[in-house]
């Protein structure tokens, strides 16, 4: 991608949060809205700027980001383990279908209260719950990727008399990588999401509970400078995704 391709991708959406920030601004300084409940960006990015400069952001936010890749990484795991058993047995596939929809549906905070009784609250709780939100999107669109592959590429196997663990990692896991990923690039977004809401309500450490803390302590100006640093964090998890997918799957860029 070219400089100018990329300014080009860029700079509308670019444009687009100047304007709204603009506009929050102007409407704090013209007391449209309470400072107090909601500051001005400038006074954010104030805020912000000292907690950086004091060094508060990195305990919380590496307590918050190995929760959750350690809950990220055995979701994927599971989600494509179990996929591609019930992608390549008809037998599996009707033995799983069921329980995981009905699982699937339930909203995953949800689940927190009842895994307070067999989990108590800490890491176990906060970490099971993340694992479980970002496991289903890995394992629908694994299975979708594996019943998705093209017959000829299995029949080709077959005629070379690979064997089953050949056929899975030479043929079944390349040709179903592109749904793959596109599964766990929505669970990484989920993964996120669940574990500031589990650390809100079961940590006592992590930028969930920090931001929570903020906000009972009325310090919203710090609330809002964390919010800013989640917004940061989810931006480069995002990028970081595409980057490594870009490395892995080139010929989807160029589709």
């Given at each position: 991608m070219s400089r100018r391709t990329a300014m080009a991708?860029?700079?509308?959406?670019?444009?687009?949060?100047?304007?709204?920030?603009?506009?929050?601004?102007?409407?704090?300084?013209?007391?449209?809205?309470?400072?107090?409940?909601?500051?001005?960006?400038?006074?954010?990015?104030?805020?912000?700027?000292?907690?950086?400069?004091?060094?508060?952001?990195?305990?919380?936010?590496?307590?918050?980001?190995?929760?959750?890749?350690?809950?990220?990484?055995?979701?994927?795991?599971?989600?494509?383990?179990?996929?591609?058993?019930?992608?390549?047995?008809?037998?599996?596939?009707?033995l799983f279908e069921p329980l995981v929809e009905l699982v699937r549906p339930i909203p995953k905070p949800a689940l927190i209260p009842?895994?307070?009784?067999?989990?108590?609250?800490?890491?176990?709780?906060?970490?099971?719950?993340?694992?479980?939100?970002?496991?289903?999107?890995?394992?629908?669109?694994?299975?979708?990727?594996?019943?998705?592959?093209?017959?000829?590429?299995?029949?080709?196997?077959?005629?070379?008399?690979?064997?089953?663990?050949?056929?899975?990692?030479?043929?079944v896991l390349p040709a179903a990588l592109p749904m793959i990923a596109i599964g766990m690039r929505v669970s990484l977004a989920i993964a996120l999401t669940l574990?500031?809401?589990?650390?809100?309500?079961a940590g006592e450490n992590g930028v969930g509970f920090l931001i929570l803390d903020m906000q009972r302590a009325f310090r919203i100006q710090h609330m809002y400078a964390w919010l800013v640093v989640l917004a940061a964090v989810g931006v480069a998890l995002n990028a970081a995704f595409e980057w490594v997918e870009r490395r892995l799957l080139p010929w989807r860029g160029r589709q």
């Amino acid at each position: 991608m070219s400089r100018r391709t990329a300014m080009a991708r860029w700079l509308p959406g670019a444009a687009s949060v100047l304007l709204v920030l603009a506009a929050w601004e102007a409407a704090v300084r013209a007391g449209a809205v309470n400072p107090a409940l909601l500051p001005a960006p400038s006074v954010v990015l104030s805020t912000l700027g000292g907690v950086l400069r004091a060094g508060e952001v990195f305990g919380p936010l590496r307590q918050t980001l190995q929760l959750m890749a350690a809950g990220y990484a055995i979701a994927c795991v599971l989600g494509i383990a179990l996929g591609i058993v019930m992608g390549r047995s008809e037998a599996g596939y009707r033995l799983f279908e069921p329980l995981v929809e009905l699982v699937r549906p339930i909203p995953k905070p949800a689940l927190i209260p009842p895994l307070f009784l067999f989990l108590g609250i800490g890491v176990k709780t906060m970490l099971f719950i993340v694992v479980l939100a970002a496991f289903f999107p890995v394992l629908i669109n694994t299975v979708q990727g594996v019943r998705g592959i093209d017959p000829v590429l299995l029949n080709t196997a077959r005629t070379f008399r690979l064997g089953r663990a050949a056929v899975v990692f030479k043929v079944v896991l390349p040709a179903a990588l592109p749904m793959i990923a596109i599964g766990m690039r929505v669970s990484l977004a989920i993964a996120l999401t669940l574990v500031i809401v589990a650390e809100m309500l079961a940590g006592e450490n992590g930028v969930g509970f920090l931001i929570l803390d903020m906000q009972r302590a009325f310090r919203i100006q710090h609330m809002y400078a964390w919010l800013v640093v989640l917004a940061a964090v989810g931006v480069a998890l995002n990028a970081a995704f595409e980057w490594v997918e870009r490395r892995l799957l080139p010929w989807r860029g160029r589709q």
